[in-house]
């Protein structure tokens, strides 16, 4: 089944704990990105990647990295978590760039008190 | 830029209602379009999407339009049902932009 798996589904961590969430996908699609999403604001995106090794910022970025070290793998890392990234994250993938057929992980629910 | 606008914001109905919801977009040039429905908290699952070359697209009770030219796009639902209040949001989706663009979208209620 094709598919984009996130994990952990939910998380609560404390400020300053380095963690990471990760994405797999199984479709061997070239671009992946990460959402966040919070009340009255909707998805805005941190990271983009359109393959492996390239990476770029998104509207978002502050205080998370990312990696592209395998097409299938798209960790999102919080070095110094901090409660303003409190949020529901989402990992989304597709065959090239966001003009085909995205995918959408299951969300990871962070908290950070 | 691509804008994406969602009317209406909101939208509570009777069960066995047909519904129209609807998405404009300032940016034609897309390559496709695609409807997602959100529920509370979840994630977000695709229902719909259609190519650039396609006026619409059916699944179900689900029926998508797509005007490209004037930048609309129509989700209609048909007898609607308490199991489908969620939130549906719209996403065009251009080639060569590096992020997907989403409206506010149309949150739905469906009371038995």
């Known amino acids: 089944e094709a598919q984009v798996t996130q994990n952990p589904r939910y998380l609560i961590t404390v400020t300053g704990k380095k963690l990471t969430v990760t994405c797999s996908q199984n479709m061997n699609h070239e671009y992946m990105s990460w959402y966040r999403q919070d009340p009255g604001l909707g998805l805005r995106q941190i990271y983009y990647?359109?393959?492996?090794?390239?990476?770029d910022k998104g509207d978002v970025p502050e205080g998370y990295k990312v990696s592209r070290k395998e097409k299938r793998n798209f960790p999102l890392i919080l070095e110094s978590p901090s409660p303003n990234q409190t949020s529901l994250y989402f990992c989304?993938?597709?065959?090239?760039?966001?003009?085909?057929?995205?995918?959408f992980g299951q969300g990871t629910r962070l908290t950070v008190v | 830029k691509q804008e994406v606008t969602q009317i209406p914001a909101a939208l509570s109905v009777p069960e066995g209602e047909n519904l129209v919801l609807n998405c404009s977009f300032t940016d034609s040039a897309i390559y496709n379009l695609q409807w997602f429905r959100q529920d509370p908290g979840k994630g977000l699952t695709s229902l719909l999407l259609?190519?650039?070359?396609?006026r619409e697209q059916t699944s179900g009770r689900l029926n998508a339009s797509l005007d490209k030219s004037s930048g609309r796009s129509t989700l209609y639902i048909a007898a609607s049902q308490p199991g489908d209040s969620a939130t549906y949001l719209c996403v065009p989706m251009n080639t060569g932009f590096q992020k997907l663009v989403f409206g506010t979208g149309t949150r739905l209620l469906v009371s038995p």
């Open positions: 990647s359109m393959n492996v090794e390239v990476t």
């Open positions: 989304a993938s597709s065959l090239r760039d966001s003009g085909t057929e995205a995918f």
């Open positions: 259609i190519q650039s070359s396609q």
